[in-house]
Each structure stands twice: as structure tokens, then as C-alpha cells.
């Protein structure tokens, strides 16, 4: 086991206190922050830790959001037990059974799955946001791309104009910041690796949700960008269509949704790209880069949409075709 898998000390006396005195601890997770998971067995009786430690993770902003989630007829892991001042909660387990595997395993029924995913969203949508959530807009939006020339551009030395990066990506973006749709409650990280088929569920109450501390109020697209363009698993192209129509006939959104989807999911996946050169440089997470690729290909295709031909002709004027997607075919940038 990897030191960074070893339970909290604090770990055993926590379970005690709470009735998993003697339970077993096994590890389960990392991810790119500093949470950590461990599955905690105890007879038939099974559960989730999670180490959130402070001052690097607050758990406040999940227990919220889970909670919220479930009032919504959404499902979120309850919180079976807390202790803030460590950083530990005791959560719901909803088992082995992720959406990225469950694909791998029957990509048949992709359309089936995307579209229960679609179909949460909307439930989701139709409610008014989680009160007391940060804003995410345009001013939001401009300052996540920054991580793009920040880190992408500083690694593999390219000198870029990021004055004209900022203005054209505020062309793009001011018009879906004023489209007058939202604001809804975005999850931000909804994906195939943050979704659970739970076993005793039905509708959208079939997928349980992790990974949703970070949520926010912002516009409808961003999650429908974030489950379709997914940066670990791709997505068919006509399903994402699929998707995208499917999601508009229940909302009853057109041409200004449509262009948002596009941007918003540009947006994102410039920012990712961003995202993981850090953790490549910043955080020694080289497995990063192997997503590069994939990032890249989403990106092409979103550029391509008439509605971002600023931010394309950007690109086309400061990243060379040799540093986009084939700068990272080994693993790291050339």
C-alpha cells in the first residue's frame, strides 16, 4: 500500500465512536486534491471514510451539497458521521459499480446511460439553485482560462498574446453571460468517474453522485459540457449530439443554448488543459498527461463551432499545430 493510503491515525478511535469499533479500513481513492477515500467493512455492514484534511480540505461545503442533493430526490451519499475538526466524514457506500466501468464493460448501452445522465440534469434544472452557492460567470469563467497561458504555454515555451486571449475569450463568453439562461446549481466535475449505479434505485435516483463539493450557480450547459466531453473516456460524437437534442426538447432551449454548450465546453477544456500541466508540474502527477490528448481532440472539435471563431483564430495565430495534441503523444510534452 502507498504511504499516501494509509488511514488517518485518527481513523480507528473516530469509527469507534460512532459504532465501527474494530471495523477494517481498506483503501479505496485518491484524487487531484487532497482528499483521500477508504472503504470501512465491518460485517454486512459496509461504508465509506473520507479524509478531508484540514487546513487543506473543508468537508463543510459536501455535507451541503450531499444534503441538498438528497431533499432534491437526488442520490448523494448521506453522512453518517462527522468530525469537522479532523476532517472526517462517514458516508454511504454505493459500491463498485461506476459509469466509467459499467461503459467499458457494455459500451451498448452508452446511449441508454448518457441519457439517464441527461435526464438528472434536468431534474436538477428544474429546481431553483442550492442557496448560498458562489457565483460562476463570466468573470469566474475568464479567470479559470488564465491557468491555460499560466501553465500549459509556461511548460512547453510558448510565448503567447494573452491580452488578445482575454479579449477573445470574453467576445465568446459575454454573449452566453448574458444569454438570460440559469442560473441552475452546476456540480462542476459530473462525469463517468463521479457516478455510481446504485443498486435498489430507479430514474435519476439510479446514479449516486460524488465529488460535488465545489458546486456552484451558473449556466445549464456547463454539465451537460462536463458528462459528455469527458476528459478520461470518450464520448461517442453522435451520442453527444443525441444528448445535446435530448437535453434541449425537455428544456425547451435552442440556437443560444447550443452555442453556450460549445463554449462553455471550449472553456472548460482549455481549462483543463491548464489544469493538468499543473498537476504535472506543480503536483508530480505525470499520469496527468496522458488525458492531453483526448483534451486536445475535444477542443479541435468545439473550436470549430461558428460561435467561437475569436478564441479559434486565437489558437491558430499562438499554439502551433506541433504543440497542441501531438506534443503530448509520449506521455509528456516535447
Same mark, same amino acid.
Given at each position: ?33 487532497? =482528499?483521500?477515500?477508504? =472503504?470501512?467493512?465491518?460485517? !454486512? ?36 458521521? &462527522? ?16 459509469? &466509467? ?15 439517464? /445522465?441527461?435526464?438528472?440534469? #434536468?431534474?436538477?434544472?428544474? =429546481? ?12 469566474? +469563467? ?16 510558448? !510565448? ?7 479579449? /477573445?475569450?470574453? *467576445?465568446?463568453?459575454? %454573449? ?8 441552475? *446549481? ?11 449505479? #446504485? ?5 435519476? %435516483? ?20 462536463? $458528462?459528455?466531453?469527458?476528459? &478520461?473516456?470518450? #464520448?461517442?460524437?453522435? $451520442? ?36 493538468? *500541466?499543473?498537476? +504535472?508540474? %506543480? ?12 483534451? +486536445? ?14 478564441? &479559434? !483564430?486565437?489558437?491558430?495565430? @499562438? #499554439? ?8 503530448? *503523444?509520449?506521455? @509528456?510534452?516535447?
Amino acid at each position: 500500500m502507498a504511504s499516501t493510503m494509509i488511514p488517518p491515525a485518527a481513523a480507528p478511535e473516530f469509527l469507534a465512536a460512532h459504532g465501527w469499533a474494530g471495523a477494517e479500513i481498506r483503501p479505496l481513492a485518491g484524487d487531484a486534491s487532497f =482528499r483521500r477515500y477508504f =472503504r470501512v467493512l465491518d460485517g !454486512d455492514r459496509r461504508a465509506v471514510l473520507m479524509d478531508a484534511p484540514p487546513p487543506h480540505e473543508d468537508p463543510k461545503p459536501f455535507i451541503a451539497a450531499a444534503e441538498w442533493l438528497v431533499d432534491a430526490g437526488l442520490s448523494a451519499p448521506r453522512i453518517l458521521a &462527522r468530525d469537522l475538526e479532523q476532517g472526517l466524514l462517514l458516508i454511504d457506500d454505493f459500491g463498485d459499480s461506476r459509469l &466509467r466501468e459499467t461503459l467499458d464493460k457494455t459500451p451498448e448501452r452508452e446511449t441508454e446511460l448518457y441519457a439517464l /445522465a441527461v435526464d438528472l440534469l #434536468v431534474h436538477l434544472h428544474s =429546481r431553483p439553485p442550492m442557496p448560498d452557492l458562489r457565483p460562476h460567470g463570466l468573470d469566474q +469563467w475568464l479567470d479559470e482560462l488564465q491557468l491555460f497561458p499560466e501553465w500549459y504555454c509556461t511548460a512547453l515555451d510558448l !510565448d503567447v498574446d494573452v491580452e488578445a486571449y482575454q479579449a /477573445a475569450w470574453r *467576445t465568446v463568453l459575454g %454573449r452566453v453571460a448574458d444569454d438570460g439562461l440559469g442560473p441552475v *446549481t452546476v456540480l462542476r466535475d459530473f462525469h463517468a468517474e463521479n457516478i455510481m449505479l #446504485v443498486d435498489g434505485q430507479s430514474d435519476v %435516483r439510479r446514479f449516486g453522485l460524488l465529488d460535488f463539493q465545489d458546486a456552484v450557480v451558473g449556466h445549464p450547459a456547463y454539465d451537460l459540457a462536463s $458528462v459528455l466531453e469527458d476528459a &478520461r473516456r470518450d #464520448v461517442t460524437p453522435t $451520442v453527444e449530439r443525441a444528448m445535446l437534442d435530448r437535453y434541449m426538447g425537455a428544456i425547451a432551449r435552442g440556437a443560444d443554448f447550443e452555442s453556450a454548450y460549445w463554449a462553455l465546453a471550449a472553456q472548460r477544456n482549455t481549462r483543463i488543459l491548464g489544469v493538468f *500541466t499543473r498537476l +504535472w508540474k %506543480r503536483d508530480n502527477k505525470p499520469h496527468y498527461t496522458s488525458f492531453q490528448p483526448r483534451m +486536445w481532440g475535444l477542443l479541435e472539435r468545439d473550436l470549430r463551432h461558428p460561435a467561437l471563431a475569436p478564441v &479559434r !483564430d486565437w489558437f491558430d495565430n @499562438n #499554439v502551433p499545430r506541433d504543440k497542441r495534441a501531438a506534443a503530448w *503523444t509520449n506521455g @509528456n510534452a516535447a
